[in-house]
């Protein structure tokens, strides 16, 4: 069974630029989040979607934002791109919303900012 | 405000060690989850354990152990007999169900280094 698969793994982008990911989730889960991971910061949540809406929203700005698709794949899309966006972006999905709740990780989309 | 909080930042010991990484939680709701999540050097977060809010019985699988005390709002993460291939950053974190879907929060994680 394949795993979660997130596209791009590396990418650089300049400040005020925007980036797009992608991420796969395992075949039969529908629900994706989304994490930034940066140094002594850990994991910090960035969203849910669950059949195509988003069902929560960590305390991250605007400038971020994402969308589920029918086939459970879902984008996540940074605009106006900052230095301190430089992170490690993580996709997890998981089978529902409910239930036992472990979250399946992809290996992250690398974003260096210049 | 810090929902998971993770004290040790970096841990070493010695091979065949026992090591216990803390993890400390804050929440008024009565319905949670806590998990522990293993990052090993190749990146990817590996699932190790759940529980949820009404279950504090401790539980060992091989040389891991886990002690839930809701009393002091702990979900504690001890290994046993450590190895080399335990060297990974260890993160806890805690799901809320919300009306809606869930919010999840993790720690900054605990670098564990087991030297050989």
Redesign the interface.
Known sequence: KAGVTQTPRYLIKTRGQQVTLSCSPISGHRSVSWYQQTPGQGLQFLFEYFSETQRNKGNFPGRFSGRQFSNSRSEMNVSTLELGDSALYLCASSLDLRGTGELFFGEGSRLTVL | AQKVT?AQTEISVVEKEDVTLDCVYETRDTTY?L?W?KQPP??????LI?RNSFDEQNEISGRYSWNFQKSTSSFNFTITASQVVDSAVY?C?L?L??L??????????TSLTVIP
């Open positions: 993770q989850y998990f999540y190749s990146g990817e977060l590996v699932f759940r993160f974190a799901r169900p919300t809606t879907g869930n919010q999840f929060y993790f720690g900054t994680g």
